[in-house]
């Protein structure tokens, strides 16, 4: 017979630690719980990894009846070396101890990520109070990212706590809190220009009317926060005047998307996500964007045309900084969507509101005042990695496109 025990009640149960470990194969865990099997042992836990080919598979069991436990001990070890394995058992009571109060996901995105930035990172978690419980790998490109369940410490503390050393250890580190909120987050909510295309869409139109140079200006200042958006809309686009409608089509042809672009979207929308776009730029590029790629939503602001040519105004609501956050708001309530399962994805500084009012603000290679701001960063080059803050992996990347495909 097996040890009685009360599920979930194991502080006291002496348990048996089996721990496997050689060149993966298959049929290696059935294996292991055959011979387990026959001593009617109960399981308590089990973990298994892979990595390069070899495997550490750790059963939790209850310890046999007195004069049984040697059987055992011999049986499994008689059987990990038939398999070409090794085995190490282990007595000793109860299960892994309970973890502390307050539980985050800390997800790391390295390009590479080095030996430094783990240690970095492992012991700035350790200094804030926290326990790794437990790490393992969301992809290994475009970036490497790894995620660490961390508990034992608020996850705002952890936050603020890796957020000062991550630039100088060369990663992203993004802090999330654990629970059902986090695969909870159903709408996606980008800005448009330098977020999900790599240009500026005004300035792809100011070089078809000569005065690229002029617009460059007012649009870097608008963007470190140095002027207001409305005002330095209406500056750029009078620069525009009598431009032939005829741009918008050259204009549209020129946009290049962001690479990972297309498999966010299509991840997105795979997996039962909303996602929409919200833009400073104009409705003549964002509802080509719309259509092209699928997207649920998309506003922005929209160049007046009449007779042909631009007239050098725009035309509707204005969507400024205040403008893209009561836009993420409406999204949400047409999406049905709590504001806490929204994310937002931006790289300037009109985009502030709309990340800060996100149950998640990304902050994509980002100003800097934009990355203070966020929740998290990620300033690598490929607008996919936001996937792995969701703790959504590149193998389940992969399925989805297969699954379309």
């Not at 929409?276 to 160049?303: C, H, I, M, P, Y």
């Not at 990355?371 to 703790?391: K, Q, S």
Request: hydrophobic share 45%.
């Amino acid at each position: 017979m097996n040890a009685s025990h009360t599920p979930g009640a194991t502080d006291d149960v002496p348990t048996l630690l089996v721990k496997i470990f050689g060149k993966d194969r298959p049929g290696i865990t059935a294996g292991l719980f055959d011979t387990l099997a026959a001593y009617s042992l109960d399981v308590v836990d089990i973990e298994q990894v892979v990595t390069r080919g070899r495997i550490v598979l750790c059963a939790l069991v209850t310890q046999p009846p007195g004069g049984v436990e040697g059987d055992v001990r011999a049986t499994v070890h008689g059987w990990a070396e038939s398999m070409k394995l090794q085995a190490e058992i282990l007595s000793g009571t109860g299960d892994n101890q309970p973890r502390g109060v307050g539980r985050s996901h800390v997800t790391v995105l390295g390009h590479p990520l080095t030996s430094r930035s783990t240690a970095g990172i492992a012991a700035s978690i350790t200094e804030a109070g926290g326990n790794i419980d437990r790490i393992f790998r969301l992809a290994k490109y475009p970036v490497t990212a790894v995620e660490f369940a961390v508990s034992g410490v608020p996850t705002e503390p952890l936050r603020s706590a890796l957020a000062v050393e991550a630039a100088s250890w060369g990663v992203d580190v993004a802090v999330v809190a654990s629970g059902l909120q986090r695969r909870a987050r159903r709408l996606v909510v980008m800005d448009v220009d330098s977020t999900l295309i790599q240009d500026e869409v005004i300035e792809l139109f100011a070089a078809h009317a000569g005065c690229e140079d002029k617009v460059a200006e007012i649009t870097a200042a608008a963007m470190r926060g140095e002027l207001d958006f409305e005002q330095s809309l209406h500056a750029r686009v009078a620069l525009l005047a009598g431009l032939d409608a005829s741009v918008v089509e050259r204009v549209r042809e020129q946009v290049r998307l962001t690479p990972g672009a297309r498999t966010l979207i299509r991840t997105l929308r795979l997996l039962g996500y909303q996602v929409g776009v919200v833009s400073g730029g104009f409705t003549q590029v964002t509802d080509d964007l719309k259509e092209r790629l699928g997207l649920d939503f998309a506003q922005a602001n929209t160049l007046e045309i009449e007779g042909g040519r631009l007239t050098g105004r725009v035309t509707g609501e204005i969507v400024d900084r205040a403008g893209k956050a009561r836009l993420l708001r409406r999204f949400a309530a047409e999406a049905n969507v709590p504001l806490s399962g929204t994310v937002a994805i931006g790289d300037g500084a009109n985009d502030l509101d709309m990340l800060n009012a996100a149950g998640l603000g990304v902050a994509f290679n980002a100003k800097q005042v934009v990355r203070e701001a966020a929740h998290t960063a990620v300033n690598v080059p490929f607008l996919d990695t936001v996937l792995y803050l969701l703790g959504i992996t590149r193998e389940e990347v992969e399925t989805a496109r297969t699954d379309e495909d």
